[in-house]
């Protein structure tokens, strides 16, 4: 089975995946957690590259390096994960390229960026996303300070657009479930462990 955690940045992702990792600890669930981008040796060196490089960077050039660390993370981890009937829960997938790519920066068109997640994840489709949704307003709070990675440094128009982004995806397919990401974290969590058990 396979999870992936959306939701634009600030909105509590790493928070509510560590939660549910200690749930599934408790009850003795085995399962994989990786990030995105990153979770291999060339993954993480792409990240490196595309969070921290304060080059100006090509959109285009972007786009295919989220999509090439995914490429790797998916041949390498998840697909043998999966094919062994493993649980992968992802702290993002190819919706962040939709999202992010696609509706923030236009770095292409709609239909070739979903192409393009084809490519990348080689066929594979989360069976359900949690999308933790807040306000860009009330994200920026959150990781307002100095040390912004490349990408938070991108302005609060464009994380509009990323959101507003999320929301379109959010209506298009089933497997998402949508999160008010604005409440406490105690009752996040509750609101995915309800969702994920009647799934199960
Ligand atoms: P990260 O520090 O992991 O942020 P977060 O904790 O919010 O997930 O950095 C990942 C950044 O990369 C984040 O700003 C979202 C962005 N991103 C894309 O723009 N496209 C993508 O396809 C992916 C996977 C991430």
Request: net charge negative; hydrophobic share 35%; charged share 30%.
């Amino acid at each position: 089975m396979l999870i992936s955690f959306e939701g634009i940045d600030g909105c509590g992702k790493t928070t509510q995946i560590d939660l549910l990792k200690k749930y599934l600890e408790k009850k003795n669930t085995a399962f994989h957690i990786f990030r995105e981008p990153g979770g291999t040796v060339i993954s993480e060196k792409i990240r490196n590259l595309l969070l921290h490089e304060m080059d100006e960077m090509n959109p285009v050039t972007e786009l295919l390096l989220f999509s090439a660390a995914r490429s790797q993370l998916l041949t390498d981890k998840v697909i043998p994960l999966l094919e062994n009937g493993e649980m992968v829960i992802l702290d993002r997938f190819y919706d962040s390229t939709t999202a992010y790519q696609g509706y923030g920066r236009g770095s292409a068109g709609l239909e070739q960026i979903i192409e393009l997640n084809q490519l990348a994840s080689h066929g594979t489709a989360p069976d359900l996303t949690f999308y933790l949704r807040i306000d860009p307003e009330a994200a920026s709070k959150r990781t307002k300070g100095d040390n912004k990675d490349r990408m938070e440094s991108s302005g609060n128009e464009f994380f509009e657009k990323v959101c507003s982004g999320y929301d379109k995806l959010a209506g298009m397919e089933d497997r998402f479930v949508v999160i008010d990401a604005s409440q406490s974290p105690e009752e996040i969590h509750s609101d995915i462990i309800r969702k994920l058990e009647s799934y199960l």
